[in-house]
């Protein structure tokens, strides 16, 4: 169990331990889990549409891919952290012409990634998780956003979101952190900036938008290893994640 110290006064991400481990069912789901089982605060990281862990899950081994050294980060800060399969190891291909996105789509919607969170946290909170926060990342960032609408969770972040609109944010019901990138075809920084107005008109909302300079769609959780600015940047996007479930994730 972590420490009361390490609680009150969480660290900064640091290099993982590599210690997560995949569990064949929670909630109705496989999914890669890190931190401690005795934890009591929870954290979701909602995959994109590549789906870093499921190739490993097709053939029953994990490696280490960035998302997943992300969660195991995540939870040397006193949460026990989930990344589930919602993509039920059927990832997008870029390189398959015969099922382009149109068409991957159908078979996952972000519609069903939603309903299929929804028992995963209900497992989590019967378990004694007391309290939940999810973060998302470009496909993974609407299914976030639909659990923040419906009061399924404490807190939420959003990383480069894809599908997300202004009307969304109009519906949020917890705090809320969107973390965007400068050039972006799928949110722009303009349509970023409508999120923040729709947020600022509720009452009492508790939100945080950032757009990072000099970097792409999808740049904090697949950055080139030679991309210092990326990485630099990745970093700094994971610690105000980091930051905001440290917030409000109590």
């Not at 190739?55 to 280490?64: A, D, M, N, T």
């Not at 059927?90 to 078979?107: G, K």
């Amino acid at each position: 169990m972590a420490s009361p110290q390490c609680c009150s006064n969480p660290p900064t991400l640091n290099p993982a331990s590599g210690d997560g481990h995949v569990v064949d069912d929670l909630g109705g789901v496989r999914a890669y889990t890190a931190g401690s089982t005795d934890a009591k605060r929870a954290v979701l990281l909602i995959s994109d549409v590549y789906g870093d862990l499921l190739v490993s899950f097709i053939i029953f081994s994990f490696r280490f891919p960035l998302l997943g050294k992300i969660a195991d980060k995540v939870a040397t800060n006193c949460f026990f952290v989930v990344v589930p399969d919602l993509l039920y190891g059927d990832p997008y291909s870029a390189d398959n012409a015969e099922r382009p996105i149109s068409v991957w789509i159908q078979s996952h919607s972000t519609d069903k990634g939603f309903e299929d969170a929804k028992p995963i946290i209900a497992a989590l909170r019967n378990k004694g998780i007391s309290s939940v926060g999810a973060a998302g990342f470009c496909w993974g960032a609407k299914v976030v956003v639909e659990l923040a609408k419906s009061s399924e969770i404490e807190a939420a972040v959003l990383l480069h979101p894809s599908f997300v609109t202004v009307d969304d944010m109009k519906g949020v019901k917890c705090p809320i952190s969107i973390l965007g990138a400068e050039f972006d075809h799928l949110s722009p920084p303009e349509l970023v900036k409508q999120f923040e107005l729709a947020l600022s008109s509720i009452p009492g909302a508790n939100y945080f938008v950032k757009i990072f300079p000099g970097v792409h769609h999808g740049w904090s959780v697949r950055w080139k290893m030679n991309d210092t600015l990326a990485i630099k940047s990745a970093e700094e996007a994971h610690q105000d994640m980091l930051n905001w479930f440290v917030k409000y994730v109590k």
